[in-house]
Protein backbone atom coordinates (compact mmCIF):
# COMPACT_ATOMS: atom_id res chain seq x y z
CA UNK A 1 0.00 0.00 0.00
CA UNK A 2 1.40 3.17 -1.06
CA UNK A 3 0.66 6.55 1.42
CA UNK A 4 0.82 9.70 -0.88
CA UNK A 5 1.88 13.03 1.03
CA UNK A 6 0.91 16.46 -1.29
CA UNK A 7 2.81 18.99 1.39
CA UNK A 8 6.17 15.97 1.26
CA UNK A 9 5.87 16.62 -2.86
CA UNK A 10 5.60 20.22 -2.64
CA UNK A 11 8.53 20.49 -0.79
CA UNK A 12 10.09 17.55 -2.69
CA UNK A 13 9.56 19.61 -6.07
CA UNK A 14 10.24 23.33 -5.21
CA UNK A 15 13.87 21.69 -3.27
CA UNK A 16 14.40 19.58 -7.00
CA UNK A 17 13.78 23.23 -8.60
CA UNK A 18 16.10 25.42 -6.21
CA UNK A 19 18.74 23.03 -7.56
CA UNK A 20 18.20 23.27 -10.80
CA UNK A 21 17.98 26.96 -10.38
CA UNK A 22 21.72 26.77 -8.57
CA UNK A 23 22.54 24.41 -11.61
CA UNK A 24 21.26 26.84 -13.98
CA UNK A 25 22.79 30.07 -12.19
CA UNK A 26 26.43 28.10 -12.16
CA UNK A 27 26.34 27.44 -15.66
CA UNK A 28 25.29 31.46 -16.91
CA UNK A 29 28.58 32.34 -14.54
CA UNK A 30 30.47 29.87 -16.11
CA UNK A 31 29.67 30.90 -19.47
CA UNK A 32 30.28 34.88 -19.14
CA UNK A 33 33.11 34.06 -17.07
CA UNK A 34 34.47 31.86 -20.20
CA UNK A 35 33.23 34.77 -23.25
CA UNK A 36 35.74 37.23 -21.56
CA UNK A 37 39.20 37.10 -23.56
CA UNK A 38 41.78 36.06 -21.64
CA UNK A 39 43.93 39.18 -21.61
CA UNK A 40 41.18 40.71 -19.65
CA UNK A 41 41.32 37.91 -17.63
CA UNK A 42 45.06 38.14 -16.67
CA UNK A 43 44.87 41.88 -16.51
CA UNK A 44 47.41 41.93 -20.34
CA UNK A 45 47.18 45.27 -21.91
CA UNK A 46 48.33 45.38 -25.35
CA UNK A 47 52.01 47.38 -25.92
CA UNK A 48 52.68 47.39 -22.11
CA UNK A 49 54.98 45.11 -20.04
CA UNK A 50 53.45 42.30 -18.97
CA UNK A 51 53.12 42.74 -14.77
CA UNK A 52 53.76 39.22 -13.43
CA UNK A 53 52.88 40.01 -10.25
CA UNK A 54 49.18 41.24 -11.21
CA UNK A 55 48.80 38.29 -13.78
CA UNK A 56 49.59 35.80 -11.51
CA UNK A 57 47.42 37.01 -8.86
CA UNK A 58 44.71 37.20 -11.30
CA UNK A 59 45.45 33.70 -12.76
CA UNK A 60 45.02 32.50 -8.85
CA UNK A 61 41.97 34.26 -8.65
CA UNK A 62 40.59 32.72 -11.65
CA UNK A 63 41.59 29.32 -10.59
CA UNK A 64 39.66 29.90 -7.36
CA UNK A 65 36.34 31.14 -9.56
CA UNK A 66 36.38 27.85 -11.43
CA UNK A 67 36.74 26.12 -8.65
CA UNK A 68 33.86 27.85 -6.88
CA UNK A 69 31.61 27.17 -10.08
CA UNK A 70 32.71 23.07 -9.32
CA UNK A 71 31.48 23.37 -5.82
CA UNK A 72 28.49 25.25 -6.66
CA UNK A 73 27.41 22.44 -9.34
CA UNK A 74 28.30 19.71 -7.15
CA UNK A 75 25.92 21.37 -4.75
CA UNK A 76 23.29 22.00 -7.23
CA UNK A 77 23.03 18.23 -8.18
CA UNK A 78 22.90 17.47 -4.51
CA UNK A 79 20.21 19.70 -4.04
CA UNK A 80 18.19 18.64 -7.19
CA UNK A 81 19.06 14.98 -5.93
CA UNK A 82 17.53 15.36 -2.44
CA UNK A 83 14.41 16.99 -3.88
CA UNK A 84 13.93 13.93 -6.23
CA UNK A 85 14.70 11.25 -3.06
CA UNK A 86 11.55 13.74 -1.58
CA UNK A 87 9.46 13.66 -3.87
CA UNK A 88 10.04 9.44 -4.07
CA UNK A 89 9.81 9.15 -0.59
CA UNK A 90 6.49 11.13 -0.48
CA UNK A 91 4.78 9.28 -3.17
CA UNK A 92 5.02 6.26 -1.60
CA UNK A 93 8.16 4.62 -4.51
CA UNK A 94 11.06 4.37 -1.87
CA UNK A 95 11.03 1.29 0.10
CA UNK A 96 13.15 0.24 2.97
CA UNK A 97 16.19 -2.00 1.67
CA UNK A 98 16.16 -5.57 3.13
CA UNK A 99 19.25 -6.67 4.35
CA UNK A 100 20.81 -9.19 1.73
CA UNK A 101 21.71 -12.17 3.44
CA UNK A 102 25.12 -13.97 3.80
CA UNK A 103 25.20 -17.40 2.29
CA UNK A 104 26.61 -20.07 5.50
CA UNK A 105 29.77 -20.59 5.06
CA UNK A 106 30.75 -24.49 4.44
CA UNK A 107 33.34 -25.56 7.11
CA UNK A 108 36.44 -27.12 6.15
CA UNK A 109 36.61 -30.96 7.17
Known amino acids: MQSRNASGQVIGIVTFLGGVA ?3 LTFRIAYDLFQRPAADVLGIKAEQTVDVNFAGRSAVELIF ?3 LLLLMCIVGSVIANRGIRMYQ ?21
Open 89 to 109: AAIGEIRPSTPIEEPPIAEEP
Open 65 to 67: RIA
Open 22 to 24: LLL
